[in-house]
């Protein structure tokens, strides 16, 4: 029963995340086209200051709440998950009125002088209301994971989503005039504020008649307390220095590249390609092991609070495994259909080159996305915060150094120096404390050699039908999928024991029958 509940929300995570993704990716074109690559990077590095003031404003919120919640109901208590829910969202609160407080102030000094650049002080400011907003979705999306209620927690991304779509589009058409950097940002960024609040009025009033069905008496425990702090302070170390560190290694790459010889405007338009442009069709498909990642940890937590290591190590096994096999997939694809993805999306040159130069690190990147989240459901937050300050205190020593003398080049070896370093340091933590075993030619030989066997007889197969270029590129990435599958099959590295754990997995419940008397 625990794993047909895991796996049907799994199915509702992923079309909620892919949706958001598919949403995301089309507005990112949106954005770029109205602001250009300069106007994109401009807007990366407003992103990169709000990406470390929303982690001061929501660290350790969303796992504190996934955690305790999870765990008292575990035990049966529904009084001691909702006194976690409230200690966790008046901490939350009260974290992300002072960042909020602290970016709306220091948002000229900020942009002027961190950033170098005064059109991005008015999209500070804006950014900064949306923190609170931010911090209570946080708590209320850790809420609905714990109670295995997927749809609600995927629903109010979908809503914050298309209203930060729908603000940013209309501020954009009316008040937005053409080549104004420093209005164009504001309006993204007003979108950003527009789409938390939605969402958190609609999280909340999930929330409010979920918790107006149940039945229990108020009770307050300083374990608790305790346990949220024990949660939440080595989690929000690990993402304050983290998103630190990050912030330094963003702003060093546009001021790396203009000291290698690029102007102001082509640094920024070669730093919001990378980082704006790229980075999301790499990351898109990640919709999939997002939503696996986000349920492993209430479904870990809970096995951890029983003792029950056996469910622990099989269903890490699995994840890694199927992690693999579609990263293979995915590494594939973009490497052989780089440049028509790339121009099918932004309609830019050069996308195309940088996506199909990035897409090795797809495997590195996926897999540290599955093995982070498993690490914090086993309670190894403290390994994570380790690994997270080493990776980004290598990449600003190399950032320092090697941007001045080869520019993007530089730039991109970092990334895949800090990607080896932290995949490898997760993963290696991961195999010791589940004691799984990797199978390398199931797990990774037998699939790379699927995957380019597959995109190479799809793509010379179709090389010459006569489709509309979208059409066209669509048509051979769905067909090198559904070959890489076949060939999976029949190599074996997907067999009959796959099909019959996916069979028990989906297979609907039989009606209980009667008792008889």
């Given at each position: 029963?625990?794993?047909?509940?895991f796996?049907?929300?799994?199915?509702?995570?992923?079309?909620?995340?892919?949706a958001?993704?598919?949403?995301?990716?089309?507005?990112?074109?949106?954005?770029?086209?109205?602001?250009?690559?300069?106007g994109?990077?401009?807007?990366?590095?407003?992103?990169?200051?709000?990406?470390?003031?929303?982690?001061?404003?929501?660290?350790?919120?969303?796992?504190?709440?996934?955690?305790?919640?999870?765990?008292?109901?575990?035990?049966?208590?529904?009084?001691?998950?909702?006194?976690?829910?409230?200690?966790?969202?008046?901490?939350?609160?009260?974290?992300?009125?002072?960042?909020?407080?602290?970016?709306?102030?220091?948002?000229?000094?900020?942009?002027?002088?961190?950033?170098?650049?005064?059109?991005?002080?008015?999209?500070?400011?804006?950014?900064?209301?949306?923190?609170?907003f931010?911090?209570?979705?946080?708590?209320l999306?850790?809420?609905?994971?714990?109670?295995?209620?997927?749809?609600?927690?995927?629903?109010?991304?979908?809503?914050?989503?298309?209203?930060?779509?729908?603000?940013?589009i209309?501020?954009?058409?009316?008040?937005?005039p053409?080549?104004?950097?420093?209005?164009?940002?504001?309006?993204?960024?007003?979108?950003?504020?527009?789409?938390?609040?939605?969402?958190?009025?609609?999280?909340?009033?999930?929330?409010?008649a979920?918790?107006?069905?149940?039945?229990?008496?108020?009770?307050?425990?300083?374990?608790?307390?305790?346990?949220?702090?024990?949660?939440?302070?080595?989690?929000?170390?690990?993402?304050?220095?983290?998103?630190?560190?990050?912030?330094?290694?963003?702003?060093?790459?546009?001021?790396g590249?203009?000291?290698?010889?690029?102007?102001?405007?082509?640094?920024?338009?070669?730093?919001?390609?990378?980082?704006?442009?790229?980075?999301?069709?790499?990351?898109?498909?990640?919709?999939?092991?997002?939503?696996?990642?986000?349920?492993?940890?209430?479904?870990?937590?809970?096995?951890?609070?029983?003792?029950?290591?056996?469910?622990?190590?099989?269903?890490?096994?699995?994840?890694?495994?199927?992690?693999?096999?579609?990263?293979?997939?995915?590494?594939?694809?973009?490497?052989?259909?780089?440049?028509?993805?790339?121009?099918?999306?932004?309609?830019?040159?050069?996308?195309?080159?940088?996506?199909?130069?990035?897409?090795?690190?797809?495997?590195?990147?996926?897999?540290?996305?599955?093995a982070?989240?498993?690490?914090?459901?086993?309670?190894?937050?403290?390994?994570?915060?380790?690994?997270?300050?080493?990776?980004?205190?290598?990449?600003?020593?190399?950032?320092?150094?090697?941007?001045?003398?080869?520019?993007?080049?530089g730039?991109?070896?970092?990334?895949?120096?800090?990607?080896?370093?932290?995949?490898?340091?997760?993963f290696?933590?991961?195999?010791?404390?589940?004691?799984i075993?990797?199978?390398?030619?199931?797990?990774?030989?037998?699939?790379?050699?699927?995957?380019?066997?597959?995109?190479?007889?799809?793509?010379?197969?179709?090389?010459?039908?006569?489709?509309?270029?979208?059409?066209?590129?669509?048509?051979?990435?769905?067909?090198?999928?559904?070959?890489?599958?076949?060939?999976l099959?029949?190599?074996?590295?997907?067999?009959?024991?796959?099909?019959?754990?996916?069979?028990?997995?989906?297979?609907?419940?039989?009606?209980?029958?009667?008792?008889?008397?």
């Amino acid at each position: 029963m625990k794993a047909k509940l895991f796996f049907k929300n799994a199915v509702i995570l992923i079309v909620g995340s892919f949706a958001m993704r598919a949403l995301g990716v089309a507005f990112s074109a949106y954005l770029s086209g109205k602001m250009g690559a300069e106007g994109m990077g401009l807007f990366q590095l407003v992103s990169t200051v709000y990406g470390l003031a929303s982690t001061f404003a929501t660290s350790g919120i969303y796992l504190s709440v996934t955690r305790l919640v999870a765990e008292e109901l575990a035990a049966g208590s529904y009084a001691g998950a909702d006194d976690a829910m409230r200690k966790c969202m008046a901490y939350g609160l009260g974290v992300s009125l002072l960042a909020a407080a602290a970016l709306f102030m220091l948002a000229r000094p900020v942009g002027e002088v961190l950033l170098g650049d005064a059109r991005t002080v008015l999209s500070l400011r804006i950014l900064a209301l949306a923190l609170p907003f931010m911090a209570f979705s946080s708590s209320l999306r850790g809420y609905f994971f714990a109670l295995r209620m997927a749809g609600k927690s995927s629903g109010g991304q979908i809503v914050e989503q298309l209203a930060h779509m729908a603000a940013a589009i209309a501020l954009f058409t009316f008040f937005v005039p053409e080549g104004d950097l420093t209005l164009a940002c504001a309006a993204a960024a007003g979108g950003c504020l527009g789409g938390e609040l939605v969402s958190f009025l609609f999280s909340l009033a999930l929330y409010l008649a979920d918790r107006g069905k149940r039945r229990f008496r108020r009770a307050s425990s300083r374990d608790i307390t305790r346990r949220m702090v024990r949660i939440t302070l080595p989690v929000a170390l690990s993402s304050y220095l983290k998103s630190a560190l990050r912030t330094v290694e963003n702003l060093l790459v546009p001021r790396g590249l203009r000291k290698y010889g690029a102007s102001g405007s082509g640094a920024l338009a070669q730093y919001g390609m990378t980082e704006a442009m790229v980075m999301p069709i790499l990351t898109f498909p990640t919709a999939f092991l997002t939503s696996f990642s986000s349920l492993l940890v209430p479904e870990i937590a809970e096995a951890r609070a029983v003792g029950d290591e056996g469910r622990i190590g099989r269903l890490v096994s699995k994840v890694v495994r199927y992690t693999l096999l579609f990263a293979a997939a995915m590494t594939g694809v973009f490497l052989f259909f780089a440049e028509e993805l790339g121009w099918a999306v932004y309609h830019q040159e050069g996308v195309g080159s940088m996506l199909g130069l990035l897409a090795p690190l797809v495997p590195l990147m996926y897999l540290d996305n599955v093995a982070d989240s498993m690490l914090k459901g086993m309670d190894e937050q403290v390994s994570v915060l380790r690994y997270s300050i080493l990776d980004s205190a290598m990449s600003i020593c190399l950032l320092w150094f090697l941007l001045p003398m080869y520019g993007v080049n530089g730039y991109i070896f970092v990334m895949f120096a800090s990607t080896f370093l932290n995949a490898t340091l997760s993963f290696a933590r991961l195999a010791s404390v589940t004691r799984i075993t990797i199978r390398p030619v199931a797990w990774i030989v037998k699939p790379a050699l699927c995957i380019v066997g597959a995109c190479y007889a799809a793509g010379t197969l179709l090389s010459r039908a006569a489709l509309p270029a979208g059409w066209g590129i669509a048509a051979r990435i769905a067909a090198s999928l559904a070959l890489y599958f076949i060939l999976l099959c029949a190599t074996g590295a997907f067999g009959r024991e796959d099909f019959r754990w996916f069979a028990r997995v989906f297979r609907p419940e039989k009606p209980e029958s009667p008792r008889q008397s």
